[in-house]
């Protein structure tokens, strides 16, 4: 009976022959993607293993982010582990066909093991999970027709119907072999079901559907295997080393420029100045869209979707890349290449050809991001995407002195000013004018530098805001201290924006002052201030314990220091900043500060806590006119009319100033107000001092 699925000579030299032509037709494609990958800037993402392997199996192995989407990530998996499941009885396959040897089995699967058994039950039902899967995806893409699918389906489908036969295939090699007595019986019970579904059409002792099947298998493995660099499915050899080298550092941290005053080229104009991460990050890309879901910019019809920019990357890599390795691999031959590195050799040829930033990648690309952080912790398999806009903005402003004439005003201003509103810098602690604010250092071990920020300095409305903390913290008996006049700019404005000297100028100005006055703690009311410290300053030598007014205000309330006891009968929604919520995790604790205030009725958003949706003021969009699409401020207060609040809560300037003109231009400044925590907490208060 055995000798029925037994391959004849001539398929086994067949069989043979192609492997040994599709491994090396693969092996070539791959010398090229890691010729173009070789061509980004080197990146030590090495360090830190353990930290490295556990991101492996946690995003990688576990797809840890892939539930978050119940159904379809669920369907995921089943494709994933299926797929690794099925490819241990791939192999053995290669290996029948090989040896003509129907019996073959690697070490320890074999069917007459217990082990090889419980392989076959577990394959047999991942075989069936598989198609499960592929069922639904397909149905996904041609049914339901998600909005962050769109784009061609032709590949994404034919791939799904190329893992559909490979399963159907081993299901049929399955079958028909246990009818030659040559199966794991019922510990492959889809197998076994299968087997008598073919003998309804007299095919289950049919070898030739066997041999058919195993060929169908084989030869669409090896298709499938020579395909995936060329496709997004390249993601399936690329997404495992991608998160072994993701970036560890903490959320939506921007880099120094070392040494930037002996720097001659700055940020990335081309693709080679991109790191090797990033060129694999557009390998990587599974093309899911789940960045695009949220992302303030796409949704508001903006020329950028973290999505799409892998894509025109990568489109651009293949354009220039390969030119760029034939130069660099030219002068490597005729010996006039200077070093190792192909993308510094191929460059010098490039004629202008090769600009990514502004060329290839557009302005309006570039500078349309919040840097809200949205698509990076979405993102399945950890493709980073502001550092590359934050690089190209970097050029754009030190080397090409490009930039949208309000920003270039902007700049100007926190150069001259340390302000970008450009007021006099003599006056930033004019707001404490008639206040008895105590400046840092006047007491001695004065425990919080209160660092009020550009906002809370200059900007009418949010002056009122600072105001009211200060009264807080005295109320409450905060040991804390202002800078006054000698408070300067955190920096953050600057290095979104691209321009990094003056962000580092005023970073290193910055520290030198808190280390001189003993600054230990920092507690301010801008979440940009609070994230530049907290995760940024470090890097220049300046460690800080930094908190923010919302964490303070419900310490000082849960210690029974503020106790806000009038009942303000009013529903309030809270707006959780980007730069708060998301980058920094802090979530509960306004919602705490306002869970303690009487007659308060809190009402979450659609979109809140981690999963917040930005007011469009972040990543220097604050400084820029929106010119494309709709505003991301009147999209993100329509969210939260949406749960019919009377006061909209922010805890950051940016947020206040986007809702509040929102609420100015719908025409509903009346009906819903814009406060900060601190003015909710306060009237509270202030209510019950008057009762
Ligand atoms: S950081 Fe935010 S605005 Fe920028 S691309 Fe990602 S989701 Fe969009
Ligand atoms: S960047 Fe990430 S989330 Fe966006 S499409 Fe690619 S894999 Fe999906």
Redesign the pocket.
Known sequence: MMEHLQFSWLETILMVLIFIGSVYLFAKTIRDRWQLLMLGKPVNRLDQPTARLKQVLKFALAQYRMPEERIHGILHLFIFYGFIVVSIRTLMLFGQTFFRDPDFSLFLFSYDSVIGRLYALLKDVFTVLVIVGVVGAAYRRLVIRERRLEGKQLEPVAILAMIFMLMVTDLTIEAVAGYFGHSAGWWAPFSLIWKHILDLFGLADSAFLYHLSVWLHLTGILAFLNYLPFGKHFHIITSIPSVYVSNLDPSGMAHRIPNIEEQEQFGASKISHLNRKEILDLYSCTECGR?RVD????ITKKP???KQLNLDLKAHLYDVGRPMVAVAAAKRAAGTASGADGAENGEEEDNGKTVMTGGAISTDTIWA????????QRCPVLIE??PR?IEMRRHLVLEKAEMPAELANTLRNLERQSNPWGVGARKRGDWAKGLDVPTFGEAPDTEYLFYVGCAGSFDDRYMKVTRTLVKLFLQAGVSFGILGADEQCCGDAARRAGNEYLAQTQIEANIEMFKELGVKKIVTNCPHGFHTFKYEYPEFGGQFEVVHAAQLLAQLVDQGKLKPAKSLPRTVTLHDSCYLARHHGVIDEPRAVLTHLPGTVVREPERHGKWTF?CGGG?GRMWLEEKIGDRINLHRFDELSKTSPDVICTCCPFCMTMMADAAKDTGKSEQIRVFDLAELLDQALAEEAQA
């Open positions: 960045c992302c303030p910019t796409d950028l979707a973290h991001c919040t840097t809200c952080g949205y698509c990076e995407n502001v806009i930005c990543g």
